[in-house]
């Protein structure tokens, strides 16, 4: 069984709130093994090189908002002046840019077994209203979409956590070069995986 490897990003809420060593340990007190840190100001590159450019990103997003209006009765057009997913979704993604330059953002590369499936569960659900208690926003946060998108602002989610195996290394070529990632044993690998 191979190792995967997952990106964390401490967003601006996160940071400005001074809680990116509580989520942090988080992910350490689980047993994944960071194996890289970085602490920088985004650029608007990076950050539209981050979140996909892709149809199927926007539609993902645009669809996610969209279910979510429909659950509380609300009405995307007023918001998004559109009901299309791609279109909403390419309007959050502008606000995304925005979002991650209010302060630098902080950044972790872990690794371990189970990894991705390992980092979403401990985020919890991407909307903060419907993430479970225990999980980081669900503990640390409480926005939610239509107060946000009343706004012009994204979601406050503290954190991004890659999706999938392809989305983490994509998204780590992104923000680190592969010098700056560290290959090392932790003491806990000894008890967690030896026979
Ligand atoms: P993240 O898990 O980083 O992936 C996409 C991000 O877009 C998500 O966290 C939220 O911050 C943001 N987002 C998605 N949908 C909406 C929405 N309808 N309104 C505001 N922000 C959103």
């Given at each position: 069984m191979?190792k995967?490897?997952a990106l964390?990003?401490?967003?601006p809420?996160?940071v400005q709130?001074?809680?990116i060593?509580k989520?942090l340990s988080?992910f350490?007190?689980?047993?994944?093994?960071?194996?890289?840190?970085k602490?920088?100001?985004?650029?608007?590159?990076?950050?539209?090189?981050h979140?996909p450019?892709?149809?199927?990103w926007?539609?993902?997003?645009?669809?996610r908002t969209l279910?979510?209006y429909?659950?509380k009765?609300l009405?995307?057009r007023k918001?998004f002046?559109t009901?299309?997913?791609v279109s909403?979704?390419?309007?959050?993604?502008s606000?995304l840019?925005?979002y991650f330059?209010?302060?630098?953002v902080?950044?972790?590369?872990?690794?371990?077994?189970?990894a991705?499936?390992i980092?979403?569960?401990?985020?919890?659900?991407t909307?903060?209203?419907?993430?479970a208690p225990g999980t980081?926003?669900?503990?640390?946060?409480?926005?939610t979409?239509?107060?946000?998108?009343e706004?012009?602002r994204?979601?406050?989610?503290l954190?991004?956590a890659?999706?999938t195996?392809?989305?983490?290394?994509k998204?780590?070529?992104v923000?680190f070069?592969?010098d700056?990632?560290f290959s090392?044993?932790?003491?806990?690998?000894?008890?967690?995986?030896s026979l």
């Amino acid at each position: 069984m191979k190792k995967q490897r997952a990106l964390l990003i401490i967003k601006p809420d996160g940071v400005q709130r001074d809680i990116i060593g509580k989520i942090l340990s988080r992910f350490e007190t689980v047993g994944l093994k960071i194996i890289g840190l970085k602490f920088e100001w985004a650029t608007e590159e990076k950050v539209i090189a981050h979140y996909p450019e892709t149809e199927a990103w926007f539609k993902k997003v645009g669809e996610r908002t969209l279910t979510n209006y429909k659950k509380k009765g609300l009405d995307a057009r007023k918001i998004f002046k559109t009901d299309d997913a791609v279109s909403i979704g390419k309007i959050v993604k502008s606000w995304l840019v925005t979002y991650f330059k209010e302060s630098p953002v902080f950044m972790a590369v872990v690794e371990g077994y189970d990894a991705i499936e390992i980092v979403r569960k401990l985020s919890g659900n991407t909307i903060p209203v419907l993430a479970a208690p225990g999980t980081i926003r669900g503990d640390f946060s409480h926005d939610t979409i239509d107060l946000a998108n009343e706004q012009n602002r994204p979601l406050r989610n503290l954190i991004h956590a890659s999706d999938t195996i392809e989305d983490g290394e994509k998204e780590i070529k992104v923000w680190f070069n592969e010098d700056e990632l560290f290959s090392y044993e932790l003491a806990s690998e000894k008890f967690m995986y030896s026979l």
